[in-house]
Nanobody, 127 residues
Framework: QVHLVESGGGSVQAGGSLRLSCAGS?????????MAWFRQAPGKERVGVAS???????DYFYSVKGRFTISKDNAKNTVYLQMNSLKPEDTAIYYC????????????????????WGRGTQVTVSS
């Protein structure tokens, strides 16, 4: 069964750091899958924050560039999101997503690209 499990969320003050982890089941091979982190604040749409392709190429939402870093460990089937210089507006539930990488014009920050999702982990940043 395909599943993703996020961990590492919590509460921090503005300027602090957190590292999120997303562990994929055996059926998700991070060396051939595209993976991403999304976030959803109350009353708002779910938006892509960072993505990583099977070749390790990355993309970021404009507001987190320079502060967040996505990475992966293929041996562990795990994707990470290092979040530094956190701001109150980063407060949201963060979700991990994955799907087999495929050809064609697309953005890996598009939520409709992914069929597999974790349950999310809460990140709260206080001012």
């Amino acid at each position: 069964q395909v599943h993703l499990v996020e961990s590492g969320g919590g509460s921090v003050q503005a300027g602090g750091s957190l590292r999120l982890s997303c562990a994929g089941s055996e059926l998700i091979d991070s060396s051939t899958y595209c993976m991403a982190w999304f976030r959803q604040a109350p009353g708002k749409e779910r938006v892509g924050v960072a993505s990583i392709g099977s070749d390790g190429s990355t993309d970021y939402f404009y507001s987190v560039k320079g502060r967040f870093t996505i990475s992966k460990d293929n041996a562990k089937n795990t994707v990470y999101l290092q979040m530094n210089s956190l701001k109150p507006e980063d407060t949201a539930i963060y979700y991990c997503a994955a799907d087999a990488c495929r050809e064609g014009p697309h953005s890996l920050l598009d939520k409709y690209y992914y069929n597999y999702w974790g349950r999310g982990t809460q990140v709260t940043v206080s001012s």
